[in-house]
């Protein structure tokens, strides 16, 4: 059969043709300005519509910004003004052993006793093993814990939105890993849908979307890769207020010491010693335990200071600046 000669011509595009394509293009343009983007998978994803703010039209109610106490040094470290700020997300990290549940658990028992709702979700210790942990430190039995390893079969998610709807000034979760873990295994889900649940959650109570319309401040110990490297997304990390850790001193590892790596409320690479003890008086915090009392005058108060240097000097009476 003969082929047939190629002119060359292309047969002119019809007038419906032309219609359907350009239908189809204004389609797509508008999809993209509704923000419906592409993702692996071509699987539609909606992204949330832009909005600018102008911070001088925001509103918050003052009460919002009052800080909980301790009443103890470590207030200076979260915040400018002293103690913990509402409405935050603080991952705590540090060595293996150095104490991150014992100080955590500290700040939670000196808060109850101001007065505040504190709730302590642990993943990792059950009720025999906070048992002995309570008979060396009593101050910790007043806080209210949730033990979600004993919800596994129950969905350790539905119990953690159940719990903290009730409200709470502070939620510490021991540890983040586990939470995830189990949230993970349990609804077969990604790790990753894990922590954005997660994420999202304490995102959630932060903005006071509880029974009690309770600005939820979080904090989370978190584990690290063996070079210390703190684990998790980048979502964790923008929502993290602050990144609290712990320590051993490597010139003297008999002592350890808290300090911010981050801290959008506070200072940060200030060091606070610490030393733990049995009974009611847990923790005790000293500022003075770094190498320099110059660089404690820089830091701290001249009052502290002072106080410093008249132990120093064998005195409580003596003023070392008083000239006589």
Not at 29 to 58: C, F, H, W, Y
Not at 142 to 159: H, M, Q, R, T, W
Request: charged share 25%.
């Amino acid at each position: 059969m003969a082929r047939k000669e190629n002119l060359g011509i292309r047969k002119p595009m019809s007038d419906e043709t032309k219609k359907n394509i350009s239908e189809s293009i204004k389609k797509k343009a508008s999809k993209k300005r509704e923000g419906v983007v592409a993702t692996n998978g071509n699987i539609p994803r909606r992204r949330r519509s832009l909005e600018l703010i102008k911070m001088r039209d925001q509103i918050f109610d003052p009460s919002l910004f009052v800080t909980m106490s301790t009443g103890k040094l470590i207030d200076k470290l979260f915040t400018i003004e002293g103690g913990l700020p509402k409405a935050t997300n603080y991952i705590l990290v540090g060595d293996p052993g150095v104490g991150k549940s014992t100080v955590a658990l500290d700040i939670l028992a000196d808060l109850v006793n101001q007065g505040f709702k504190c709730i302590y979700i642990s993943a990792e210790m059950t009720r025999i093993d906070l048992h002995k942990y309570v008979e060396r430190y009593p101050k910790f039995g007043d806080i209210d814990v949730l033990f979600l390893g004993e919800y596994i079969d129950d969905n350790p998610k539905l119990i953690m939105e159940e719990i903290l709807y009730l409200g709470y000034d502070i939620a510490l979760i021991d540890s983040f890993a586990e939470v995830q873990s189990d949230v993970k295994e349990t609804n077969g889900i990604s790790t990753n849908a894990a922590e954005k649940w997660l994420v999202d959650l304490m995102l959630l109570h932060n903005g006071g979307n509880n029974k009690t319309k309770t600005n939820t401040m979080f904090l989370a110990i978190q584990q690290v890769t063996k070079s210390g490297v703190f684990v998790g997304s980048n979502k964790l990390k923008h929502n993290t207020t602050g990144m609290l850790e712990m320590r051993f001193d490597e010139d003297n590892p008999a002592n350890s010491y808290i300090h911010f790596t981050k801290n959008r409320r506070g200072p940060i690479n200030k060091k606070i010693y610490f030393s733990i003890k049995e009974g009611d008086n847990v923790l005790y915090y000293d500022h003075t335990a770094s190498p320099s009392l110059l660089e404690n005058l820089l830091e701290n108060s001249l009052a502290d200071f002072i106080e410093q240097a008249e132990k120093i000097a064998g005195s409580s009476k003596k003023n070392p600046f008083k000239i006589d």
